[in-house]
């Protein structure tokens, strides 16, 4: 590979990472449109922040690979970058802070109108992020990742687009004080479904890993479980997305515009079917970023659902 092609293709991944950080933005802006608090600027702001905080989870989980396994054939193409320096650690490391420092211009003006709240939702993003495989206690290797991004990617990263949108629009005094604004319960729910298919694009990553994963030592749900145990999360996943929107319509008052993402079903089955039946990287790996696609489609139709007054 080329370094353009290098950089590109397997560390910044976009097929994968930007979808999978514009998904619950898409929806807290649906949101925000229903309950009359849009924003674009703050959204826009919100997207970018959380895209280059996820790059850098990227870059740091490629980091700590290459330095605790310099030997681990997991990605031949890096150590191959490495052997011939097309690639260095100290780079790769560099990438993964410009991608923070990024973040933080991105995130500045949304921590300057929404103050402590604002500032401790960004850390809780970077910290996600980074110990993903780095940091003193990194939770992926514990076999904690799957419910980390169900939570960051179904609840948090949702309720914080809601919130710098309805702050920004909010009475202050001045900035760095907290405005009145309560999150409705809502935000918290209505992005369960999208957690839910970005932690199914981690189950595909998992099993097509699991080999690397045991000889790493990580406990992932693949390794400690095997193919039935992540089929059967994979598959938990996706049923629980598709049924989501119903209780999002019966139980929380919405319009029956938010059944929108049920169109997305053909595409999830394909992606079921294909988890069922391999489990071998060549087969699985164009997967990662159709799922990853897959749930951007569903996020953006249940924006426009959610945007819909009941």
């Known amino acids: 590979m080329t370094r353009r092609e290098l950089w590109t293709r397997l560390l910044l991944y976009p097929t994968h990472t930007l979808p999978t950080a ?32 996820h790059v850098a989870g990227v870059f740091t989980d490629n980091h700590e690979l290459l330095r605790r396994h310099p030997t681990l054939p997991e990605h031949p193409e890096l150590l191959d970058a490495v052997a011939g320096r097309t690639l260095a650690l100290a780079t790769l490391d560099a990438a993964a802070w410009l991608c923070l420092v990024v973040a933080a211009a991105a995130g500045a003006w949304l921590a300057w109108i929404g103050g402590s709240i604002a500032v401790a939702i960004g850390l809780v993003g970077v910290a996600s992020a980074i110990a993903y495989a780095g940091g ?21 990263a949702v309720a ?7 702050v920004s629009l909010a009475p202050s005094p001045g900035p760095w004080l907290t405005r ?7 935000a ?11 932690t199914a694009v981690l189950v595909i990553d998992d099993i097509r890993d699991r080999h690397w994963d045991a000889r790493k030592g990580w ?39 938010v059944l929108l993402p049920l169109a997305t079903l053909p595409l999830a089955a394909r992606a079921v079917r294909a988890v069922l039946r391999h489990d071998d990287t060549p087969s699985l790996f164009p997967w990662t970023p159709r799922t990853a696609m897959l749930g951007l489609l569903y996020s953006a139709l249940s924006g426009v659902g959610l945007a819909i007054p009941s």
Not at 136 to 156: E, I, K, Q, S, T
Not at 180 to 186: R, S
Not at 233 to 250: D, H, T
């Open 22 to 53: 514009l998904a619950p933005v898409l929806v807290g802006v649906g949101l925000a449109i229903r309950d009359g608090v849009f924003a674009p600027l703050p959204a826009l702001l919100a997207f970018v922040a959380s895209w280059f905080v």
């Open 136 to 156: 003193p206690w990194p939770y992926a290797p514990r076999g904690l990742a799957d419910p980390v991004f169900f939570l960051m990617f179904g609840v948090v």
């Open 160 to 166: 914080a687009t809601w919130y710098v949108q309805a």
């Open 180 to 186: 009145a604004v309560d999150v409705p319960l809502a």
């Open 188 to 198: 918290y729910l209505v992005g369960l479904p999208v957690g839910a298919l970005v």
């Open 219 to 257: 406990r992932t749900t693949a390794v400690r479980f095997g193919l039935r145990g992540s089929r059967t999360e994979f598959v938990a996943l996706v049923a629980f997305a598709y049924a989501a929107p119903f209780a999002i319509w019966l139980g929380l008052g919405f319009s029956a515009w």
